[in-house]
């Protein structure tokens, strides 16, 4: 019955493992717990590959290829925000690092288990698995005023999106008088279900920083540790986007015509609003945060489409984000360490450290879709699901926006490559765990840039065990990388 499990259960298995390396460690001689972690994580990620299928609590919970999927894109986002954090976690809470991993673990558990949750119930409880340690994290600045700031908020936003998601969870069950997404989806459809089903979809928005529920994001994003915000900015999306997928594209399939246009707003919203105020941004870490918001707008798209061309664009792209999004955020932890975290900062930082430079170049060029690195084609696949889709308006409003967001990335980059640095500037110094993690990021977005058939199969496949299951023809994606 537990077997489908085995992977959250193997997390648990690392969670103990860093307890109680935590306690036989005194002092501040922590460091390696980070190690730890990391190393435990890519064990279950190789885990992954081997570990049985199937379903668990008489259909409340899959264990199938998109769930797999979902759950190795967690997976490699906590070991880059593990390996990512050891030099900022011992530099600033050396004492606290234990409490820091742990929380880290059991989002991921939490993360793990929702994308494979076919029951309302399960898919609550799994949310706050995830969320709560979350808030947790994101305080781990006790003595900064910001970071205490970006703590309560992310609570406060988090806490009334449950609150939210429960109240319409209550409508949904309350007039089908079942939890599991199977009944649902033979359910016939009534006002409170409508109701509740949209009140979700709020909920999950918050979660999601989606407009209008993004107010915490760039507040959170510039006053939270930066390792932290890196895995923030990815993971709980990863998470999010999963569920979401599963609860309206399998539980609420036949009632589209009904959520969609309440999606379409939040997308065209979250596009727009998310571009446009990055423009006005300073503070690096804002900008990414504003960034962020335009690529939950873009992703959002892919429910509209509804098609597995569409689901597996979705998955290509979380993967992609997480490498990115990412590097791009554990790049400013590095120029953040020198003091600040202002466009100023950044100015000559190829004089300073070219090789971080560049890294942050490819960051910048794949978040804004440039040939040939991951983001590219994330957005080339995106956008070609829908134009087959017959969304002829979104996608030229998604292109027109993504040349907008080559404005502000460029403007990053005009800092590094052609601004003279200040007399007064800091030497930029890396520490090694975080220069892997970084380049791990490098690695990632050339890899899914030059070899992305490989990682689009592998999205195919997971999307047709969401959207259609059984082998399904070849898509236009894959008739087009074998031209």
């Known amino acids: 019955m537990l077997a489908p499990l085995l992977i959250p259960i193997a997390t648990l ?74 030099d900022h976690a011992d530099r600033i809470f050396p004492r606290r690092q234990g409490e820091y991993y742990l929380m880290l673990l059991f989002s991921i558990i939490g993360m793990l288990v929702l994308p494979g949750a076919r029951d309302l119930v399960t898919v609550v409880v799994a949310f706050e698995l995830m969320g709560i340690p979350l808030y947790v994290m994101a305080a781990m600045h006790k003595k900064s005023q910001a970071g205490v700031e970006s703590a309560w908020k992310l609570y406060l936003t988090g806490a009334v999106s449950s609150a939210i998601v429960l109240y319409g969870l209550s409508f949904v069950v309350g007039s089908t008088s079942t939890t599991l997404l199977s009944a649902l989806a033979a359910a016939q459809p009534a ?49 999010g986007l999963a569920v979401m997928a599963r609860v ?23 596009m727009l609003l998310g571009n446009v105020l990055a423009i006005t941004q300073t503070n690096v870490k804002r900008l990414l945060g504003y960034s962020g918001i335009a690529h939950m707008g873009l992703m959002i798209l892919a429910f509209g489409i509804s098609t597995i ?19 791009a955020f554990l790049v400013a932890e590095v120029v953040g360490s020198t003091g600040s ?61 993504s040349v907008v967001a ?11 490559y052609i601004d003279e640095p200040d ?37 195919r496949e997971a999307a047709t065990a969401l959207v259609s299951p059984g082998t399904a023809a070849p898509s236009q994606t894959t008739k087009f990388l074998n031209k």
């Open 406 to 416: 080559l404005f502000y990335y460029m403007t990053v980059g005009r800092s590094i």
């Open 13 to 86: 298995a690392v969670v103990l493992l860093v307890f109680f390396a935590d306690m036989a460690v005194n002092g501040d001689n922590k460091r390696g717990l980070g190690a730890l972690t990391t190393m435990g994580l890519v064990g279950v990620l190789g885990f992954t590959f081997v570990a049985p299928t199937g379903m668990a609590f008489d259909g409340g919970y899959a264990q199938d290829a998109f769930t797999l999927f979902v759950q190795r894109t967690v997976l490699v986002a906590g070991i880059i925000g593990a390996l990512g954090s050891i």
């Open 191 to 239: 006002p409170l279900t409508v109701l509740g089903l949209m009140l979700m979809i709020g909920g999950m928005g918050f979660k999601l920083g989606a407009v209008p529920f993004h107010m915490w994001v760039p507040d959170t994003y510039q006053g939270a540790p930066t390792p932290f915000v890196a895995f923030l900015s990815v993971a709980p999306k990863a998470a």
């Open 248 to 270: 309206l594209l399998e539980g609420f399939g036949q009632m589209r015509l009904t959520w969609w246009p309440a999606l379409l707003v939040i997308c065209v919203a979250t």
């Open 309 to 327: 061309d569409g689901a597996s664009a979705l998955l290509f792209y979380l993967m992609a984000y997480v490498f990115m999004n990412m590097g």
């Open 423 to 459: 007399d007064q500037a800091e030497p930029v110094r890396i520490g090694r765990a975080t220069a892997w993690a970084i380049g791990l990021c490098v690695a990632g977005i050339i890899g899914m840039g030059i070899m992305p058939n490989v990682f689009v199969e592998s999205a």
């Open 341 to 401: 975290d202002e466009m100023s900062a950044w100015a000559g930082l190829n004089k300073r450290a070219p090789a971080l430079a560049f890294a942050m170049l490819l960051f910048l060029l794949s978040l804004g879709g440039i040939p040939f690195v991951a983001g590219f084609w994330a957005k080339v696949f995106l956008f070609m699901a829908a134009w087959k889709a017959g969304m002829t308006a979104l996608v030229i409003l998604g292109a027109m926006l």
